[in-house]
């Protein structure tokens, strides 16, 4: 299949090549050079505007900033310039009233939709194991899914359009909320006396266990590997997590959801990116406590 593919950046350079693996014939455009550059030796053809990536395309895929860029480029060079019919699959996280407007301007130009933002990060593009939350209808769901399948290990569909956002972000409120409540333990469990690895021992199997706890710990040399092994480097950097946090704050906002916890967690990670630490993994907030 012609594939057109927007926004080849940490993400999408890595799933823009996985569909060229899977014998898609990829239609690669970037603002950079860089990504162009890269992208063409992973196999992509590239070209100089995303217009002239769309020309012939039969899907095309988006992994872009936000949801201010989505918007102008599918306006301006994508609805109306890829042929009629062709499936539209936007990847990038945005802010659910733009993927709803987006789609719907895609299907007033006669095109099928889906936003299918993902889960998991820079590995999981580069390999392959992404997992796609998609919303959008039945039909442009099943025509979405076997070109996610050769990015991604799940594919789920989450409803109407704007409900693969949604999802998206009410699991990273709700990551940002357990993260910090399990910091919150461990370092009220220390001052108590306790030590880390007992207090992981007993809670892992008690009522407080959670993902944060036992796949993520935010103590170094407790749990699994995770990034506080690494003094938090890689992993899921503060400064995205605090991005989806801010398009979850304006979701709940606009449909008038009280978020007390969230919205604690928000202000709890803007204050950790405002001194300095948007590079370093989110569970490094513990340092804080
Ligand atoms: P990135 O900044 O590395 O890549 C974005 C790319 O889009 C860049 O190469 C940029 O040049 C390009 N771009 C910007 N405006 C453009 C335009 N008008 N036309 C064409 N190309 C344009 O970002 P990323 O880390 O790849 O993230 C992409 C999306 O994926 C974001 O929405 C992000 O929130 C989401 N996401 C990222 C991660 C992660 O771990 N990095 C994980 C999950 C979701």
């Known amino acids: 299949m012609k594939i057109a593919f927007i926004g080849l950046g940490n993400m999408g350079g890595g799933m823009a090549a996985n569909l060229v693996k899977a014998g898609h014939e990829v239609a690669a455009f970037d603002l950079s050079e860089e990504a162009l550059v890269a992208a063409k ?30 918007k102008s480029v599918y306006s301006a060079d994508v609805i109306g310039k890829a042929p009629a019919g062709a499936v539209f699959l936007d990847c990038s996280t945005i802010d659910v009233a733009t993927a709803r407007e987006v789609i719907s301007l895609a299907e007033t130009g006669g095109y099928e939709m889906v936003d299918a933002p ?5 590995a999981a593009a580069n390999g392959g194991t992404l ?12 025509r979405a899914k076997p070109i996610l399948e050769a990015m991604g290990k799940a594919v789920i569909h989450a409803g109407d359009a704007g409900n693969g956002q949604a999802a998206k972000i009410c699991n990273n409120m709700l990551l940002a909320i357990h993260m910090a409540g399990t910091c919150e333990a ?6 108590l006396g306790l030590d880390a690895q007992t207090f992981y021992d007993i809670s892992s199997v008690s009522s407080g266990q959670n993902w944060s706890m036992t796949s993520y710990c935010p103590v170094p040399g407790v749990g699994p590997q995770s990034p506080s092994d690494n003094d938090y480097q890689g992993g899921f950097a503060t400064a995205l997590m605090l991005k989806d946090l801010r398009l979850a704050m304006e979701a709940a906002d606009s449909a008038d959801a009280p978020v007390p916890m969230g919205a604690r967690a928000a202000a709890l990670y803007e204050d950790f990116n405002g001194a300095g630490n948007g590079g370093l993994d989110f569970s490094a907030i513990i340092k804080t406590l």
């Open 41 to 70: 030796s992973n196999g992509c053809a590239t070209f100089t505007s995303a217009s002239e990536a769309c020309d012939g395309a039969e899907a095309v895929v988006s992994m872009l900033p936000n949801g201010a860029i989505v």
């Open 118 to 122: 993902v889960s998991g990060g820079i």
């Open 131 to 142: 997992t796609f939350m998609v919303g959008g209808t039945a039909s442009a769901f099943e």
């Open 186 to 191: 461990f370092s009220m469990a220390e001052k």
